[in-house]
């Protein structure tokens, strides 16, 4: 096997790895918090889950930096070199684009790591003004990555590679292109709410691609699997 073809197969293993984990993501974030969706209503609701919820927190973040970020750049370079010929100048950017919400995405969750479970343990062990500062502290930072580096600046170059890449990409497997084009579609919502400081229309967003990304992550995977995106 080529060194191209052994590339494509392992993006694809790490695509279906990413599903799998960003389901798994929410699952044990959930069971952190005895599966209680109201706890995930804002940084507040997180920040008194309890220290017996960090653990599951950590795991959590842990499994989305993975899932919905890192273990998805292979495919991104895949898409890259079976796409580019369709217009070089096009897909290098729409790539570098992807890249970039990868990375940032990947990037905010890590911060998460490293914030979260440490101030949700500290906060149950506080009181007074100590527990009052934890609690200042863990709602401005995450109000920061949340709004700030996991909105706009992660999707709005998240919704450029998506969009842009779905148009080729549905010439070689059109029913793909449609959902990546879909995918892009909620991306944008999502970053242009958080622009426009609209929280109903950045939720829209939100949803759309939380329940897309999952079934879009396995069906590329199996794809890659099967055959070179060359082939129609």
Known sequence: MTDTGSFRRAAGYCAITASILAVASLIVGLA??????DAFSGAEAILGAGADAAPYIRWSLV???????FLLIPVAIVLWHALRADS????DFATFAGLLFLSV?????????????????DYASADGADRDNI??????????????IQGPVQNLPGAIWLLGMGGFLKRRRNALGWLTL??????????????????????IGFSGNFLILPF?????????????????
Do not use: C, H, K, Q
């Open 63 to 69: 499994f989305n930096l993975f899932g919905n970020y």
């Open 216 to 232: 879009w992550a396995v069906w590329t995977g199996i794809d890659l699997l099967r055959r070179p995106l060359a082939e129609t």
């Open 32 to 37: 952190g918090v005895n599966y209680d969706f």
């Open 88 to 91: 070089p100048m096009t897909v």
């Open 182 to 203: 879909v995918f892009g579609f909620f991306m944008l919502l999502n970053g242009i709410g958080g622009l426009a400081g609209n929280a109903a229309l950045s939720m």
């Open 105 to 121: 995405g990947g990037i905010a969750s890590g911060i998460l790591i490293g914030i979260w479970p440490d101030m949700i343990v």
């Open 135 to 148: 609690a200042t502290t863990f709602v401005t930072f995450t109000r920061a990555i949340e709004n700030g």
